[in-house]
């Protein structure tokens, strides 16, 4: 991406949101720290440094420039729990020991940013791959994966069929990790805007990925190292499978809704703003209104037990943790409603009950974002 800023002028606004992340960071988890010296190094190699003897934190120009801001803040927080140990705990350790992770918990650092002496290159590369503990959810996906494809026939009640088999089946594997493990390991995925505002189509994109597909969503914001400034992001959080999932919907609904609204305008000659969002909403309210009925559907063909319900309640406490342990002081905040054209709404709509997931797991710009895994 192209930048309006000078190198140098960049590296001042770096090092300037640095300061004011570690703050934010201090405050949202009640840790007293003194800001320390901040450095930007140009070094490849090793990421992020805490130097005690000088109390400077260096953080790497490469991670800035290379990786998403959300990684960064990563860095940050593994550092601020080295400053931590060193500055509050008086720690000896000379490890990643029992303090360390104390730390880390203590400023909601993510588990596979918690156990390396030192953050590198290397490490980013392996946090992009799955892992060898995630085999076994990789299969479930592909399974899944196999299921979604078959969105792609003609024949309606087939790709229908296939996509409940498809919901089936993300519950079953998620119920099972639930029931033969006592900790599950939860993950957030970042879908950047790219922009200041986020459109309110968006939020009821948001609002099918947490009704539907077993993630908590939450509507933030993130800076652009690029440009200087802060723009809107939706986090996804949740099991790995679950949040890989939610976000192949979420690539699908964007990808088809533009496609149906140039199809709807070349055919009705419609235009403008107002018009293309009544239409994105009615598009995505449709398949809402779709996904509800097949999964009330489903319900009334399943046995309800005990110890099923039992195991997604536990599950909501343990993920309310997580998204609490990341977002301490949460809060819901009213949206600004939309001008929209209601005869264009429903068209959308009608449009949005005919929606299938016609693409296999990962297609259609999901690389462009990076999973914190």
């Known amino acids: ?189 970042v879908i950047e805007t790219k922009k200041k505002q986020i459109a309110a189509y968006k939020r009821y994109i948001s609002r099918i990925l947490q009704d539907f597909f077993l993630v908590r969503v939450v509507l933030s914001e993130i800076y652009n190292p690029h440009l200087d400034t802060m723009q809107k992001t939706i986090e996804l959080m949740g099991t790995k499978e679950n949040v890989a999932i939610a976000e192949y919907c979420y690539d699908f609904l964007e990808n088809r809704l533009a496609f149906l609204w140039k199809e709807f305008s070349l055919r009705t000659a419609s235009s403008g703003r107002t018009q293309k969002n009544s239409y994105y909403l009615g598009v995505v309210l449709g398949f809402w209104e779709k996904l509800q009925e097949q999964n009330c559907k489903r319900a009334e063909d399943t046995v309800v037990q005990p110890l099923r319900q039992e195991l997604l309640v536990v599950e909501d406490r343990r993920l309310d943790s997580f998204v609490q342990l990341h977002h301490p002081y949460l809060r819901k905040r009213a949206s600004r409603r939309s001008r929209i054209d209601k005869n264009i709404y429903n068209e959308g709509k009608q449009a949005g009950r005919t929606l299938t997931l016609s693409e296999g797991v990962g297609a259609g710009g999901a690389d462009c974002r990076r999973l914190i895994e």
């Open 1 to 189: 991406m192209q930048s309006q800023f000078t190198h140098s002028n960049l590296r001042r606004l770096w090092l300037y949101q640095l300061q004011v992340e570690f703050d934010e960071i201090c405050l949202n988890y009640n840790v007293q720290l003194e800001r320390p010296i901040f450095e930007i190094s140009a070094g490849e190699k090793q990421l992020g440094c805490w130097e005690s003897g000088t109390r400077t934190l260096r953080i790497s120009e490469h991670l800035i420039d290379s990786y998403p801001w959300v990684i960064t803040l990563q860095v940050l927080k593994h550092e601020m729990a080295h400053q931590y140990c060193t500055e509050v705990l008086s720690s000896r350790e000379t490890a990643h020991g029992e303090d360390f992770k104390k730390a880390c918990s203590l400023l909601g650092v993510l588990p596979e940013f918690c156990g390396f002496s030192v953050l590198t290159e290397e490490l980013l590369l392996q946090l992009k791959g799955p892992g060898s503990g995630a085999r076994k959810g990789q299969k479930v996906l592909l399974k899944i994966e196999k299921l979604l494809a078959l969105g792609k026939s003609s024949n309606v009640h087939e790709a229908e069929t296939a996509l409940r088999k498809a919901s089936t089946l993300i519950e079953k594997y998620h119920l099972q990790q639930l029931g033969t493990s006592s900790h599950v390991a939860y993950t957030v995925r």
